[in-house]
């Protein structure tokens, strides 16, 4: 039984019949279909903490999907996991594949700049200023070009870009 049928929640119920319905009307072909079905379930997995199901889903979709979009978010979502885990540098390889497939990811440029800027702080803790900084300036360019997509989201980012110099910009859109 796939997971998203034994969820017991009401929002994920009609979640889930709302997508059963779509996979039935929409005009696509039975793989496609399936890798929603794995991508869905990965994504159920996922919210509840089930990392490794979670993966082990989103593999099974991402050998499915065709549409270059759709695997963005998948390859994506694998690098959530991966952060969540504490595998920073498997992560960045995903949020880069994701970013390959979709440069328009405000999400992935988000999370590629987080990293940064958390390695930069690890730099810094360790009194290596100078390749904190180089770091700093790695995630400001991913906060910016993250911001310039979705100019109403990530304002601390903008706030700590503002404070540190790192940008003159004062609204992105």
Do not use: C
């Not at 009307?25 to 199901?53: C, I």
């Not at 759709?70 to 952060?83: C, E, H, K, T, V």
């Not at 990293?115 to 900084?133: M, N, P």
């Amino acid at each position: 039984m796939p997971r998203t049928q034994r969820n017991d929640n009401f929002i994920d119920k009609t979640f889930t019949v709302m997508a059963d319905i779509l996979l039935k009307v929409l005009p696509t072909n039975k793989q496609a279909k399936e890798a929603f079905v794995y991508y869905r379930d990965g994504m159920s997995a996922q919210a509840d903490g089930e990392y490794a199901e979670a993966m082990d889903n989103y593999k099974k979709a991402l050998e499915l999907e065709e549409d270059p979009n759709d695997r963005s978010f998948i390859i994506y979502n694998m690098g959530l996991i991966q952060a969540s885990n504490g595998e920073h540098e498997r992560a960045l390889e995903l949020y880069h594949q994701a970013l390959d497939i979709n440069p328009r990811m405000p999400q992935a440029l988000n999370n590629v700049a987080v990293i940064y800027h958390y390695q930069g702080e690890q730099l810094k803790e360790a009194g290596e200023s100078e390749a904190a900084e180089a770091l700093y300036d790695k995630a400001a360019d991913y906060w910016k070009r993250a911001i310039r997509l979705a100019p109403n989201n990530y304002i601390e980012a903008q706030n700590w870009l503002k404070t540190t110099g790192r940008s003159t910009i004062d609204v992105y859109f």
